[in-house]
Each structure stands twice: as C-alpha cells, then as structure tokens.
C-alpha cells in the first residue's frame, strides 16, 4: 500500500513544480530568468537541479524547494518537462539560450511559454492499461495474495474499478517520479482517465487528494481479497 506521508510529499512537489513551470514561460520570455547551460549534464534531472540552484533567489517563494527537497524536486521537474509536454511548433517567437544549446532540456526550458499537453498515442493508452494490472500486481504481492493477471484485467472493465486503478497507479507514477524515474505519457494517460470528463476534456473543479488514491487502493484491495477467496 502506498503511504500516506509519501503521497502527501510526493503531492507537494508536483505541485510546486507545475507553478514553477507556469510561471516559467512568462519570466523567460520576459528575459527576467535566463536560461542556463545545461547541456553538459547527461539527464533532466540533473539539469533541472543545476538550473533551480542557479534560479533559486529568483522563483517564487511557492515555486521553491526547501532545501533538503533540491533532487526530488528537481527531478520531478525533469520529467514534467520530458513527459507531459510537447513544444508547439515553428513558434512565432524564438528564445535563445545563454549557451546556445539545442539540448532537449534547454530546448524545453528556453520554449516554456511554447509548451502544450502532449497528445496521447494509441500506445500510451496501451501502457497506461499495463500499469493499472502491474499496480494491483504489486498490491497482490504486498499483501501475500496471489496475483490472477487475467481476472484482474477482467475486472478492470468496469470503469469504475479502472479508474481507482488509474489513480493507485498513478500514485506509484508520482513516488517513482521523485526520482527522475517516468513512464512518460502513460501517465498523462493515467491521469486524464480520472481528472477529466467522459467527453474528454479536463475537470477543472478536480483536485487531486491524498485521501482519493488511499481510498482507490483499499477498494483494489478489496477486490484481489476477493479473486483470492474464490
């Protein structure tokens, strides 16, 4: 089971890092943030630290990490940009880094107020749905009980049950994403699959809670406790 202090934490950066990236594209393009070599480093992660530590004193105080939450934050940054964002193309205007670099990093961080949510492959649905079985996978063997791939895929047609899933997976998706760790649009397909509407479009009066992704978890339980006793 994911714990309560882990998720409250993990919700915490995710929500820092997605003010810090709003805020971004105007500061950039206002010239008031630069953007900084980051090329020389070999994942997002790094750079986004290397570019934070070097920002710090001119973020906002709620787009900050305290001081001993430098590397998840920065790594949850990593994959923010890596992930769920795509740049839009042949912008009307052009931003040019200090260092005249085309890294993917640079590149996203230089064009923040070009960046649009990513359009979801047949494929990142796909993985998305793997991730919702390995999640109760995971959850069985946590709680010694067998794991049924198949009945849990069964199960999983009930929407429903697929969208507690998506959120007890997506859950996992953000702890893993502390560290640099992603599985890219598949979370966004995650996400989308509780966050917005049948029609397809987001839910803005949804917030994400720690209390929703407990509660999905020990409703998943629920239903492998009852694969097993069958």
């Given at each position: 089971?994911?714990?309560?202090?882990?998720?409250?934490?993990?919700?915490?950066?995710?929500?820092?890092?997605?003010?810090?990236?709003?805020?971004?594209?105007?500061?950039?393009?206002?010239?008031?943030?630069?953007?900084?070599?980051?090329?020389?480093?070999?994942?997002?992660?790094?750079?986004?630290?290397?570019?934070?530590?070097?920002?710090?004193?001119?973020?906002?105080?709620?787009?900050?990490?305290?001081?001993?939450?430098?590397?998840?934050?920065?790594?949850?940054?990593?994959t923010y940009l890596e992930t769920s964002f795509d740049i839009i193309a042949n912008p009307k205007d052009r931003y040019v880094s200090?260092?005249?670099?085309?890294?993917?990093?640079?590149?996203?961080?230089?064009?923040?107020?070009?960046?649009?949510?990513?359009?979801?492959?047949?494929?990142?649905?796909?993985?998305?749905?793997?991730?919702?079985?390995r999640r109760m996978e995971m959850l069985a063997r946590e709680e010694g009980l067998p794991s049924f791939e198949l009945r849990i895929?069964?199960?999983?047609?009930?929407?429903?049950?697929?969208?507690?899933?998506?959120?007890?997976?997506?859950?996992?998706?953000?702890?893993?994403?502390?560290?640099?760790?992603?599985?890219?649009?598949?979370?966004?397909?995650?996400?989308?699959?509780?966050?917005?509407?049948?029609?397809?479009?987001?839910?803005?009066?949804?917030?994400?809670?720690?209390?929703?992704?407990?509660?999905?978890?020990?409703?998943?339980?629920?239903?492998?406790?009852?694969?097993?006793?069958?």
């Amino acid at each position: 089971m994911l714990s309560k202090t882990d998720i409250e934490f993990a919700l915490s950066i995710q929500s820092r890092c997605f003010k810090l990236l709003q805020w971004l594209g105007n500061a950039i393009r206002e010239g008031f943030v630069p953007v900084m070599k980051a090329h020389d480093v070999t994942d997002a992660g790094h750079a986004a630290k290397a570019w934070v530590e070097t920002h710090f004193y001119n973020l906002p105080n709620e787009c900050r990490p305290l001081s001993d939450e430098m590397v998840p934050f920065a790594n949850f940054f990593g994959t923010y940009l890596e992930t769920s964002f795509d740049i839009i193309a042949n912008p009307k205007d052009r931003y040019v880094s200090d260092c005249d670099c085309f890294c993917s990093y640079c590149v996203r961080m230089v064009r923040a107020q070009h960046l649009k949510p990513k359009s979801l492959t047949r494929e990142d649905k796909e993985r998305a749905a793997k991730l919702r079985v390995r999640r109760m996978e995971m959850l069985a063997r946590e709680e010694g009980l067998p794991s049924f791939e198949l009945r849990i895929k069964e199960s999983l047609n009930d929407e429903s049950l697929r969208h507690q899933a998506s959120l007890s997976a997506y859950g996992d998706a953000l702890l893993d994403r502390l560290k640099g760790i992603s599985d890219g649009p598949a979370v966004l397909a995650l996400w989308r699959d509780f966050a917005w509407t049948r029609e397809g479009a987001p839910n803005r009066k949804f917030k994400l809670q720690v209390r929703q992704i407990l509660e999905a978890e020990q409703e998943l339980l629920s239903v492998l406790q009852n694969h097993a006793a069958q």
